[in-house]
């Protein structure tokens, strides 16, 4: 049988859809049927398993799947025997105490003999023994939330992206514990035919996600003005410069970064640009 690489990805939840849409962005076309265990790409050498994300860390510590995706959190939570290849910047979240939204907390010394309730005992056993503090830990399997409204714990270490869900349950976070997002692991030993496999799976990711954060800019500019246009524009060697049919004026593109765009493109305006084309880039192949 020919080398393929084998990937394990969330069946379903928060990661399964942003997983599936990061193979697709990659080029790779998956065969239907993602309600299987497992299924295959029509083109590319991967095998797609589908599986509960803690027991991705598993799979791919005994050499079931080669890679997989699965938050940070997860990892450090299973401490297996596997390598952090690539954060994917999906899944973002982080890992926080809360208490009641009227309980008084002046730190993590107001931890101090309570009760703790999460599904994630040995990062919090970790936190509260850099801290020096004894607290007892409930380990519970799933709504962790209500527990301090049940009696159950004083605090809670949970997951929490927006913070709406400690809201509706009467709670306030108060600490940070970890921050995590969705990442590409692997396991430490690949086979040769594996490893290549992987890095052109590697070399897409980051083409793509690169692509994400960059946009391609078109723009007029009087000739007059070129210099101070094109000192404003990085682009990935220098912008390329045309000339227009209107003689005195030239068309400039180039990519700029999403985060800077708004006050690139005030500059740009300001130093006499028009027509400004901002435009989404599919890959960006460095
Ligand atoms: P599974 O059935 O696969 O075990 P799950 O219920 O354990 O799923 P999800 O709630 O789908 O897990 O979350 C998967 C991952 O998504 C988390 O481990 C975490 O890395 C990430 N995540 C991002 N935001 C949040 C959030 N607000 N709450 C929980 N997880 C989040
Ligand atoms: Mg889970």
Redesign the pocket.
Known sequence: MSTRLRIAI??????HDDSLKLLKDCGIDLKNGINKLKTEADNFPLEVFFL???DIPEYVEDAVADIGIV?E??IYEKNRAITISEKLGF???RLSVAVGRNEIYTGHQSLQNKKIATTYPILVERFLKEKNISAEIHEISGSVEIAPGIGLADAIVD???SGSTLFMNGLREVETILH?E?VLIRHPELGAGQQHLLEKLLFRIRSVRKARHTKYILLNAPNEKLKEIIALLPGMKSPTVLPLAEAGWSSVHSVVNENDFWEIIEKLKSAGAQGILVVPIEKMIL
Not at 10 to 15: H, T, V, Y
């Open positions: 969330q069946k379903s939840g928060r990661l509960r994300d803690d938050g959190n997860v899944g973002k979240c997951l929490v992206s995590s969705a």
